[in-house]
């Protein structure tokens, strides 16, 4: 199975920071890379496909980049609505695994 | 507006079994796989498996492989997965999710509200 590690598993930040987090294959998945946002109680919901592809109403401030076996996810000005847990997931080969997430919190 | 819409929540004891239901509106349910994936207290979320819904082809995580069954009816729009043998940490949020998949890119595009499930004597 391929292995999924983000760093750092928690941050802190405030409203209009930048945020990066950084996800890393066990072995390269090419451009196989989703990111998902999870808020508290709720379902995750795709950000970025295929490693850098913005979906459709996801603002502007997210972005995702990277190949092979490292990637990232950047947002450019944390929003209040920001705050929430990320995972990336592999969709080069099942099972098709997550990260252990990041949480994203208040400084 | 296309959804999901799942099952409501479940108590079993160990050993028992549960079947999750996950009903599909608003898109033709044939054209989009079904993936399951799975959420304990506190944890991060692991990926179960996916269906086929027009081939009713069925991919398993290793460690669920002979305890977990996947299932469609076209009928109906309803997917459904059943977990036997329950244990303690199966106790989780079960969530069903749309699979889209074009141009080679797959990801779950739709989720539904998810089910939790609670195993406990």
């Known amino acids: 199975d391929i292995q999924m590690t983000q760093s750092p598993s928690s941050l802190s930040a405030s409203v209009g920071d930048r945020v990066t987090i950084s996800c890393r294959s066990s072995?390269?998945?090419?451009?196989?890379l989703n990111w998902y946002q999870q808020r508290p109680g709720k379902a995750p919901s795709v950000l970025i496909s295929?490693?850098?592809n913005l979906q459709s109403g996801v603002p502007s401030r997210f972005s995702g980049s990277g190949s092979g076996t490292d990637f990232t996810l950047t947002i450019s000005s944390l929003q209040p609505e920001d705050f929430a847990t990320y995972y990336c997931?592999?969709?080069?080969?099942?099972?098709?695994?997550f990260g252990q997430g990041t949480k994203v919190d208040f400084k | 507006q296309v959804q999901l819409v799942q099952s409501v929540a479940e108590v079993k004891k160990p050993g028992a079994s549960v079947k999750v239901s996950c009903k599909a509106s608003?898109?033709?349910?044939?054209?989009?796989?079904i993936s399951w994936v799975r959420q304990a207290p506190g944890e991060g979320l692991e990926w179960m498996g996916w269906?086929?819904?027009?081939?009713?082809?069925?991919f398993y995580a290793r460690k669920l492989e002979g305890r977990v069954t996947l299932t469609t009816d076209t009928t109906t729009s309803t997917a459904y997965m059943e977990l036997r043998s329950l244990r303690p940490d199966d106790t989780a949020v079960y969530y069903c999710?749309?699979?889209?998949?074009?141009?080679?890119?797959?990801?779950?595009?739709?989720w539904g509200q998810g089910t939790t499930v609670t195993v406990s004597s």
């Open positions: 295929a490693a850098s």
């Open positions: 072995q390269t998945i090419t451009t196989f």
């Open positions: 608003g898109y033709n349910f044939m054209r989009y796989g």
């Open positions: 269906i086929t819904t027009y081939t009713a082809k069925t």
């Open positions: 997931q592999q969709s080069y080969s099942t099972p098709y695994t």
């Open positions: 999710a749309r699979r889209e998949d074009t141009n080679m890119v797959t990801f779950m595009d739709v």
